[in-house]
């Protein structure tokens, strides 16, 4: 039986220890070592190259999204699965100043993307976190069962969700200018269209792409690159 090394990412304390508590007892388990800090996470991975690393997305120093990113150029072999408290708020893209802010699943929905193996709730069930854990150790992506095929197609073909619901040019024409913080107002304006006509717009992008609100809107078309088109 191989032996898993793991290194554990979490500002809390209590709950680095719990979670050293309740995969201690695998056998195929070894836990390498421990951060509190994004730069600690990534100074232990490119030191011991742990198979996986638990790590917490909202951390001090570097956030969780700063550490795949950079783990994904100095320590590709180790295997992230990020972890995002439901209970929390995120602050998940800076562009030009600009924060838009998302709950737990957008934030693991930008952690996939940024080359997370996985992502997980911090209120998973133990037995649902050691299969995680050993499937992006395997080198599977592990997600949610409610949204593993969604976030899976978006890894595998960014324009997924274009492709599949249909997106007209002039919708893409309005998520673009949604990326760049436009009012509903300004994007009228400046694309010749009633304001009436974007909300309309607007409101069938959410349903193509299953969103939920404008920052979910602002969100997608930020990490698929939208908002620099018209640049």
Known sequence: ??????????????????????????????????????????????????????????MPEMDGL???????????TTAILAMADEAEEYCLVRREGNILCGGAQ?????????????????????????KAIRAVAAGHIWTENQTASRWVQLLVNPSYEMDKFGVTDRERDVLIAVAQGLSNKEIAAQLVLSPQTVKNHISHLLEKLELEDRTQLALFAVEHGFDMAAK
């Open 1 to 58: 039986m191989q032996t898993i090394q793991i290194a554990i990412a979490d500002d809390m304390t209590l709950f680095r220890e719990g979670l050293i508590a309740l995969l201690s007892p695998e056998e195929d388990f070894s836990i390498l070592g421990e951060a509190a800090t994004g730069r600690e996470a990534v100074a232990i991975c490119v030191k011991m190259h742990p198979h996986v690393l638990l790590l917490d997305l909202k």
């Open 106 to 130: 957008d934030c693991l929905q930008l952690a996939l993307r940024r080359g997370a193996r996985g992502c997980i709730r911090k209120n998973i069930y133990r037995d649902d976190l050691v």
């Open 66 to 76: 700063e550490v795949i990113s950079e783990l994904r150029a100095v320590a590709a």
